[in-house]
């Protein structure tokens, strides 16, 4: 597995360049309510990791726009490209003193998959969380790839959009 911190400037520099971090997305919103909804989960996020913070760019079932990087479950997400699972945040010592774990809203189960944007960049993760301990079968894995892709798909699009229209402006 790489380490984060050999990739972590390039991966910042990326994730600025793309434009992700900024307004908000009809379509990712779209899949946070859709993966909410799959796996009947009371959570879905679509978070953006940037140097301190997790940005939360689309939301279903918590109100929440950004969280400090040390608390958040993404910050280990994106260290690889294999989804992340923590079937009970308290028999895992990494997370049981998690302040979302021992106080509201009292998270148990974690599953993300990391934003690969490029070879050995990820942006950030589509997860989804729930109060109580559950299991997350090979099968659900792929089908939270299949949704993280959707959204690395869109961040692109929105990108090309953007390099688009300042192409057109020049001309």
Do not use: W
């Not at 729930?130 to 659900?140: I, K, N, Q, T, V």
Request: aromatic share 6%; with cysteine; proline share 5%.
């Amino acid at each position: 597995m790489t380490s984060l911190a050999d990739h972590e400037e390039e991966r910042l520099r990326i994730l600025e360049e793309t434009g992700a971090l900024a307004g908000s997305d009809p379509a990712l919103d779209a899949i946070c309510r859709e993966a909410r909804d799959h796996f009947d989960v009371p959570m879905a996020l679509i978070t953006l990791v940037d140097r301190q913070r997790l940005r939360v760019k689309a939301a279903q079932g918590l109100n929440v726009s950004e969280l400090p990087r040390d608390t958040a479950f993404c910050t280990y997400t994106i260290l690889s490209d294999d989804i992340f699972v923590i079937p009970d945040m308290l028999a895992d010592e990494r997370f049981r003193t998690n302040p979302l774990v021992l106080g509201e809203p009292h998270l148990r189960f974690y599953a993300g998959a990391p934003l690969v944007y490029l070879r050995d960049i990820r942006l950030g993760s589509l997860c989804i969380l729930e109060m109580r301990p559950r299991l997350f079968s090979p099968g659900d894995k792929a089908e939270l790839r299949e949704m993280a892709d959707r959204v690395v798909t869109e961040i692109a699009e929105q990108e090309l959009k953007a390099l688009g229209m300042t192409l057109a402006s020049r001309h």
